[in-house]
């Protein structure tokens, strides 16, 4: 038992002790909120989209895709999201919208900051196509729900659909996932000076990325009602996996691409939720706080489920 959980903490340790030196960082104010936003977005628009260009440029895409995959991992999904807006409404006695925030903040995992660091340890180079192949598909699904969500309650106008397909249109991380399985099927393979820099910059998108994740807790927090931010850490960090390891277990699809749906699922509350708060104006306070929380307790969720995985 001892020799399980020392190779747990050998994957789980590392990604949440550099989360916890950004925070160290903000906290002592080594590094300042302009330089913060800086990493983040350098994270997001660069360093990360490089690493999934790089990773699925060279690796070998499956000649069919297991459908089982996806609909464990989605039906999870919504099914903590539907639980979430449901209990904010009758419960917790929010607004429309809000209730949508608090579902979205459920549904929606940190992949970029926590997911593609700790995923890629876990399972390496074997389970880094079924990471970005979900990344692809999950981040306009989960967010054209939300928005259809919030904006159903008032009538779907033009201009949402036209600032909609937009960020989804030029959001970097999903321009590096086209433009690498682009040159996967095109057999772009890079070289020399070229074939370094892509290394080096997709070598510095972990490390950048739980940086960033620590300075983003310090700024953000946990504050206001904390009932609501409980129950959305719970949805997010237990059930979803639960649901999404018991599909797992009846749905076709090879063990390695199981283990990382059941992972993708137990991953904090991502910052994506926190955005939507902002550009609505309602459910901040609640959707950072369920940034904070479960990535806090995700510390121990996550080797829980590495266990249950038999990962390590």
């Given at each position: 038992?001892?020799?399980?959980?020392?190779?747990?903490?050998?994957?789980?340790?590392?990604?949440?002790?550099?989360?916890?030196?950004?925070?160290?960082?903000?906290?002592?104010?080594?590094?300042?909120?302009?330089?913060?936003?800086?990493?983040?977005?350098?994270?997001?628009?660069?360093?990360?989209?490089?690493?999934?260009?790089?990773?699925?440029?060279?690796?070998?895409?499956?000649?069919?895709?297991?459908?089982?995959?996806?609909?464990?991992?989605?039906?999870?999904?919504?099914?903590?999201?539907?639980?979430?807006?449901?209990?904010?409404?009758?419960?917790?006695?929010?607004?429309?919208?809000?209730?949508?925030?608090?579902?979205?903040?459920?549904?929606?995992?940190?992949?970029?900051?926590?997911?593609?660091?700790?995923?890629?340890?876990?399972?390496?180079?074997?389970?880094?196509?079924?990471?970005?192949?979900?990344?692809?598909?999950?981040?306009?699904?989960?967010?054209?729900?939300?928005?259809?969500?919030?904006?159903?309650?008032?009538?779907?106008?033009?201009?949402?659909?036209?600032?909609?397909?937009?960020?989804?249109?030029?959001?970097?991380?999903?321009?590096?996932?086209?433009?690498?399985?682009?040159?996967?099927?095109?057999?772009?393979?890079?070289?020399?000076?070229l074939k370094q820099v892509l290394d080096?910059?997709?070598?510095?998108?972990?490390?950048?990325?739980?940086?960033?994740?620590?300075?983003?807790?310090?700024?953000?927090?946990?504050?206001?009602?904390?009932?609501?931010?409980?129950?959305?850490?719970?949805?997010?960090?237990?059930?979803?996996?639960?649901?999404?390891?018991?599909?797992?277990?009846?749905?076709?699809m090879p063990p390695v691409w199981a283990?990382?749906?059941?992972?993708?699922?137990?991953?904090?509350?991502?910052?994506?939720?926190?955005?939507?708060?902002?550009?609505?104006?309602?459910?901040?306070?609640?959707?950072?706080?369920?940034?904070?929380?479960?990535?806090?307790?995700?510390?121990?969720?996550?080797?829980?489920?590495?266990?249950?995985?038999?990962?390590?």
């Amino acid at each position: 038992m001892l020799g399980i959980l020392a190779d747990l903490a050998l994957i789980v340790l590392p990604v949440f002790g550099i989360v916890g030196v950004g925070y160290g960082a903000a906290k002592t104010r080594l590094i300042s909120d302009s330089a913060s936003d800086g990493l983040a977005e350098y994270v997001f628009s660069l360093a990360v989209p490089i690493l999934i260009f790089k990773t699925l440029s060279e690796s070998k895409l499956p000649d069919a895709q297991p459908w089982g995959y996806w609909i464990a991992y989605f039906s999870g999904a919504f099914a903590v999201f539907a639980l979430a807006a449901v209990v904010a409404a009758k419960v917790f006695k929010r607004s429309h919208t809000e209730a949508v925030i608090h579902g979205f903040s459920a549904g929606q995992a940190n992949t970029v900051f926590v997911g593609v660091p700790l995923i890629l340890k876990a399972y390496g180079e074997a389970g880094a196509v079924p990471l970005f192949l979900l990344i692809a598909v999950h981040l306009p699904v989960m967010l054209v729900a939300a928005t259809i969500a919030v904006e159903g309650g008032s009538g779907f106008s033009r201009a949402t659909v036209k600032r909609l397909f937009r960020s989804l249109a030029f959001n970097p991380i999903l321009l590096g996932i086209y433009a690498g399985g682009i040159g996967r099927l095109m057999g772009f393979e890079a070289h020399g000076v070229l074939k370094q820099v892509l290394d080096m910059m997709a070598a510095s998108a972990t490390p950048c990325a739980l940086v960033s994740l620590g300075l983003a807790l310090k700024r953000y927090g946990i504050s206001g009602d904390l009932r609501p931010t409980v129950f959305i850490s719970a949805l997010k960090l237990i059930v979803h996996p639960l649901l999404v390891l018991g599909l797992t277990r009846i749905l076709p699809m090879p063990p390695v691409w199981a283990g990382v749906a059941v992972l993708f699922a137990a991953m904090p509350c991502g910052i994506n939720a926190y955005l939507l708060a902002q550009r609505y104006g309602v459910g901040v306070g609640t959707s950072s706080s369920s940034v904070s929380l479960s990535t806090a307790l995700g510390l121990f969720t996550i080797t829980f489920w590495l266990y249950v995985l038999g990962v390590g």
